[in-house]
């Protein structure tokens, strides 16, 4: 005959699997409805860059022909064509997921290119002044999409979306190399110069008084 202590034990298991149940059932801790949530939240990321990237299509030349210096000219003319091919692997990753590519606006990046749009109106054309301002406004809108990319690798893989997580990563390793080598072109002479162009001014100003 089983112990009262044992009967108790276990009428006590019972219980919390009953409540593990409800909870379930209740639709607060069902891992399948978790999981649907995600993929729901995945989808709409998804949607949100795609749309991004396609924006991007239309502001970089705008970028590439307000820009000084030939070589930030030619970094953004390469970034829009990366750009280009970001946008047919986020359609592959659409069509694994056997979702239609849609696009969802991104209140983030319209945001940024048009603080893009304002740098290159109030900076004087031709000068490296304008340049450092399309860089900072560049490297602004690589930030937000390694940040993006990055989440979408990481919900990715815990979907067990292996090979669309490694279609992101590729994506996220370009954005990262094109944020990188803003920053070489801005350090390696357009901040010098645009310092230079401050110190002409003043000099100026100075002449005039």
């Not at 995945?42 to 070589?71: C, G, N, R, V």
């Not at 056997?98 to 031709?126: H, I, R």
């Amino acid at each position: 005959m089983p112990s009262t202590k044992s009967s108790t034990k276990t009428a006590s298991t019972s219980k919390a699997s009953s409540a593990k149940t409800t909870r379930s059932s209740n639709g607060t801790s069902s891992k399948a409805n978790s999981n649907s949530q995600l993929e729901k939240f995945f989808e709409d990321s998804l949607k949100d860059i795609y749309w991004a990237e396609k924006h991007l299509t239309k502001a970089l030349p705008k970028m590439q022909k307000a820009a000084t210096s030939e070589e930030l000219q030619q970094a953004i003319a390469n970034h829009l064509e990366q750009t280009k091919e970001h946008v047919n692997r986020l359609e592959q990753v659409f069509e694994q997921l056997n979702k239609k590519a849609q696009a969802k606006k991104c209140e983030a990046m319209e945001g940024l290119t048009k603080e893009a749009d304002s740098v290159m109106e109030e900076t004087e054309e031709g000068t490296a002044t304008r340049d450092v301002g399309i860089i900072a406004a560049s490297q602004k809108v690589e930030h937000y999409e390694i940040a993006t990319y990055g989440t979408l690798v990481q919900l990715a893989k815990t979907m067990g979306e292996d090979e669309i997580a490694e279609i992101l990563a590729q994506t996220l390793e370009e954005e990262k190399e094109t944020d990188e080598m803003l920053t070489e072109i801005a350090e390696n002479n357009i901040n010098w110069e645009a310092q230079e162009e401050g110190e002409e001014g003043s000099e100026e100003e100075e002449e005039e008084k």
